[in-house]
């Protein structure tokens, strides 16, 4: 076994290699000198971060991407509690079939979310914008909001909440002054997890939205006109955004937990 | 009204927005979509009809039946590949990492994982590509350039980037569970580290890898992205051959039959590792 050691430690860093040489290549050529984000390097320069951050469409895309995240976040967020709230506190008949139902999207490949919804919306008369694409994120994100929110329900909430009901709580009162606040870091988790994903998510975006576009839309049409480093600047621009959210939420998941 | 069915009524009511919009939004569209995959082209108009016309082109036409076989072998590939990578990256960390450098390490093994989607494939373009950052090393080493840009093996490395992060996190999550004592009993009664992982710690972790690979699975096989960018128009997969129905020939039941046969594929995955995989406590 000793013989295996320094092949453990190298497989490590092989792989540490592997998962960071395109992000690596991604953001050293941001600052690239040139025309083209390949080698050999030519210097550094801030101009495309410049280029990409005065570029109206881009701050469009993005301020688009923010809104549709956050609003359809919300909405996911509120559907997904309040299912997981209602399955986990009441005996319903057919509650495996809801349960099973509620998660299926989860499944389904976005192209066939995005096709089903942008046939269904063409045969209603609804123009792509960046409503209907916000009705496809929540089908996206409400399997994820609902099954963090489920697996987050447990025994001690359940006596907290029937203490405040036999206290005299309504039902609004026990849910926002008990449950929700109790639940919190897993409502905070499924939020920020559904912005990442709706943030990210390029497909049904593509499909619904024509004129407001989205930030993965738009980095779409750049890409289509070659390679540059302004390319590179959006994308390093997107990734420090979500490393951002993800370890804003990572610190306040723990905070709250510890 | 009594208490039991003011309760029952309560239930409804709190599952009836999440259930009416994915009735609404996923349920119907995906009927709709059922429907019309039985429709007849006339022209550019979508006829309605009851018309198995649009399964048989796919399973007749080479060039459909060959997008279909493409997205299969690649998803098969690296999916097996995802695994093989991921699971040692995880042991590693999960065993051999001090345990106070344990959710650093993960958290960097996982940490590129949020670069955008779209992004992902064009980073590994750069590298990739015909003057990209490893041919211009192989260069400066002597060795001839690698023709690696459009190609299924840029498919292949771009998507397995992706998978060996989602996997490593199922796996670690899986392996950090086990008690240690069970790898200890295990040498006790004899077995040495090779037969105590094969019949102790493998079947233990097998829930969270087989969970994994039906997540690599579905996702792989319905990615337009990645064989779109990065295979270039080499060959085509399944997502890319739906788009190309959508866009060039606003073929709209022929594109929906596609989704319905990817569809089954997945609920077919879905159906052979339904033993292990329980989407409800992902």
Redesign the interface.
């Known amino acids: 076994m000793k013989a295996l050691r320094p092949l453990v430690w190298l497989y490590l860093a092989a792989a540490y290699v592997f998962i960071f040489l395109p992000v690596a290549v991604l953001v050293a050529f941001s600052f690239q000198d040139g025309r083209l984000p390949v080698p050999p390097f030519r210097g550094a320069t801030v101009d495309w971060y410049a280029k990409v951050l005065g570029d109206r469409d881009l701050m469009a895309a993005m301020g688009n991407s923010v809104l549709l995240a956050v609003a359809s976040s919300a909405v996911a967020l509120v559907l997904g509690f309040l299912a997981a709230h209602g399955l986990a506190r009441v005996r319903l008949p057919g509650a495996p079939v809801l349960r099973l139902l509620l998660i299926a999207p989860m499944a389904v490949s976005t192209l066939i979310l995005g096709l089903g919804l942008l046939q269904m919306f063409s045969h209603l008369g609804l123009r792509p914008s960046l409503m209907t694409t916000g009705i496809g994120h929540v089908v996206l994100n409400l399997p994820l909001c609902f099954a963090i929110c489920f697996a987050a329900m447990g025994d001690q909430q359940k006596s907290a909440e029937r203490a405040a009901r036999d206290l005299g709580a309504g039902e609004w009162q026990v849910l926002t002054q008990v449950s929700a606040p109790m639940l919190a870091p897993a409502l905070a988790a499924a939020f920020f997890l559904s912005v990442t994903f709706s943030w990210d998510e390029f497909i049904i975006a593509f499909l619904l939205t024509r004129f407001d576009v989205t930030l993965p839309v738009e980095i779409w049409s750049m890409l289509k006109s070659g390679l540059s480093p302004a390319t590179n600047a959006v994308g390093s621009v997107v990734f420090l955004v979500s490393v951002v959210v993800v370890v804003a939420a990572e610190a306040l998941f723990l905070r709250r937990r510890a | 009204m009594s208490l039991a069915a003011r309760?029952?009524r309560?239930?409804?009511?709190?599952?009836a927005?999440?259930?009416a919009?994915?009735v609404a939004?996923?349920?119907?569209?995906?009927l709709?979509?059922l429907a019309?995959s039985f429709a007849r082209m006339d022209g550019r108009e979508v006829v309605p009809a009851l018309d198995p016309g649009n399964y048989l082109r796919l399973a007749t036409e080479p060039q459909m039946l060959g997008a279909l076989v493409n997205s299969l072998q690649i998803t098969a590939l690296v999916t097996v590949l995802s695994v093989l990578?991921a699971y040692?990256?995880a042991a590693?960390?999960a065993f051999?990492?001090p345990r106070r450098w344990q959710r650093l390490a993960l958290?960097?093994?996982i940490?590129?994982f949020?670069?955008?989607?779209?992004?992902?494939s064009?980073?590994?373009?750069?590298?990739l590509?015909q003057?990209?950052?490893l041919n211009?090393a192989l260069d400066a080493l002597g060795l001839g350039p690698l023709e690696l840009a459009a190609t299924r093996a840029a498919t292949v490395i771009g998507f397995v980037?992706f998978f060996?992060?989602l996997l490593t996190l199922t796996i670690y999550a899986n392996l950090v569970q086990l008690p240690p004592n069970y790898a200890r009993a295990a040498a006790d009664l004899g077995a040495g580290?090779v037969r105590a992982f094969v019949h102790v710690i493998l079947p233990l972790t097998l829930p969270g890898v087989v969970t994994g690979a039906f997540l690599t699975f579905?996702?792989c096989?319905?990615?337009?992205?990645t064989p779109q960018?990065l295979g270039g128009n080499s060959e085509l997969t399944l997502?890319q051959l739906?788009?190309l129905q959508?866009g060039r020939s606003g073929n709209?039941p022929f594109?929906?039959a596609l989704?319905v046969v990817?569809?089954v594929i997945?609920t077919l995955a879905?159906a052979a590792t339904a033993r292990w995989v329980r989407?409800?406590?992902?």
């Not at chain 2, 309560?10 to 599952?15: A, E, F, N, Q, Y």
């Not at chain 2, 064009?122 to 590298?127: D, E, I, M, N, S």
């Not at chain 2, 096989?221 to 992205?225: L, S």
């Open positions: 309760e029952a309560l239930g409804w009511g709190l599952v927005p999440a259930l919009w994915t939004f996923f349920v119907l569209p995906f709709g979509m019309l990578l040692p990256l590693i960390i051999r990492v958290l960097l093994a940490l590129p949020w670069t955008s989607y779209v992004v992902r064009y980073a590994w373009l750069l590298v590509g003057n990209g950052v211009q980037h060996v992060m580290p579905v996702l096989i319905g990615d337009y992205i960018i997502p739906i788009m959508l709209f594109a929906s989704s990817l569809m997945v879905w989407l409800d406590r992902i």
